[in-house]
């Protein structure tokens, strides 16, 4: 069927009023109306071809909250009326180990992405959550809590589990010293996770005017990190550190900061290679890790974590008309601390 988006349609272009087609219910699909449509910085990265690849016309939007309108012959999962979440990814391969085992993130065959992804064998590439209207396998969908405040779910889907999963992974909870660096749609879901969790939290940010934005978020510490009395208290502290910064800046500073046998873990991608000293690795056995989004499985497990201890992101809720307002905000900082698009406003 055909459906109302917003899409670009050349590299750096504003986004406009488009139809675009979905494809027909397949037996293991779910139609879904779209309610709230989370906005992304790597949607603009992918908007303006900053990572190369993009296919225009690209409609973007990964973190996808809707209701059930159609279900396919043989889905299981879902009834008409439920509330579901579609995150980054819409398919992957299903055969290899990191999918069976529900980290299909990890996937070591073909990962099709929500959007900007041409599946081979189908003449439709995928389109994200800026529209009216989405179908998708319900494996890759989540359920939501109804009783949610279902305008704060939709960025959970990508700020939400990028954040939890590393923090599940490298045990973080009572009696962990827990930093989180840069503090902007990632960095304050990871706080908020960390103090859920037991942590002690304490923010690194380079802006003294996010200092009490952090306390309130339920952080413990606030540290700029340009004054350099208070930097040095941090040294060979932290258990782990959360790094959200996609702009480039010094991992060597931050590894000092670093207990032995501690790790940091990138989550930003900055646009230009960072540069790296073995020695802040191999003096006290530092780890320098990585971490992508989530699988289905994980993400269902934080979405009922959230619905059970109310957390959600600080979002501010827009028209789909005033995206290219939202962008322009995003490019220089002016957001606390994510946008969601509500598809039912005009």
């Known amino acids: 069927m055909q459906t109302h988006a917003f899409a670009a349609f050349a590299a750096g272009s504003k986004l406009g009023p488009h139809t675009i087609e979905r494809r027909a219910i397949g037996a293991h699909d779910v139609g879904m109306d779209i309610l709230y449509c989370g906005v992304c910085h790597s949607d603009i990265h992918q908007v303006n071809n900053d990572w190369g690849g993009s296919t225009f016309p690209i409609v973007p939007g990964h973190e996808v909250l809707g209701r059930v309108t159609e279900i396919g012959s043989h889905v299981t999962k879902y009834k008409i009326g439920d509330i579901i979440g579609v995150g980054c990814f819409v398919d992957s391969c299903r055969t290899c180990n990191p999918c069976k085992e529900g980290e299909e993130n990890f996937c070591e065959g073909a990962v099709t992405w929500t959007y900007n992804t041409v599946v081979p064998g189908q003449s439709l590439p995928t389109y994200g959550g800026y529209s ?204 606390k601390y994510r946008f969601v698009i509500d598809l039912n406003a005009e």
């Open 132 to 335: 009216k209207y989405m179908v998708v396998d319900e494996q890759y969908a989540l359920r939501v809590d109804p009783s949610m405040d279902l305008s704060r779910v939709a960025p959970l889907l990508c700020a939400g589990i990028t954040t939890y999963s590393p923090l599940r992974h490298w045990n973080i909870g009572k009696g962990s010293k827990l930093a989180v660096l840069g503090l902007g749609g990632l960095g304050h879901m990871a706080v908020k996770f960390g103090v859920a969790f037991g942590a002690e939290v304490t923010v690194l940010s380079s802006s003294e005017n996010k200092r009490a934005d952090a306390l309130a978020l339920g952080a413990h510490k606030f540290v700029n990190y340009k004054n350099a009395d208070e930097a040095s208290t941090c040294n060979n502290s932290f258990d782990l550190i959360i790094d959200s910064v996609s702009a480039p800046h010094d991992l060597n500073f931050f590894m000092l900061m670093l207990k032995r046998d501690s790790t940091m873990v990138l989550l930003g991608l900055p646009s230009v290679p960072t540069e790296f000293s073995h020695r802040s690795v191999i003096s006290k056995r530092r780890n320098l890790s990585g971490s992508s989004i989530g699988g289905t499985k994980e993400t269902q497990e934080m979405l009922d974590f959230c619905a059970a201890n109310s957390i959600y992101c600080d979002v501010e809720v827009i028209p789909l008309s005033e995206i290219n307002t939202a962008y322009e905000r995003m490019n220089r900082n002016d957001i």
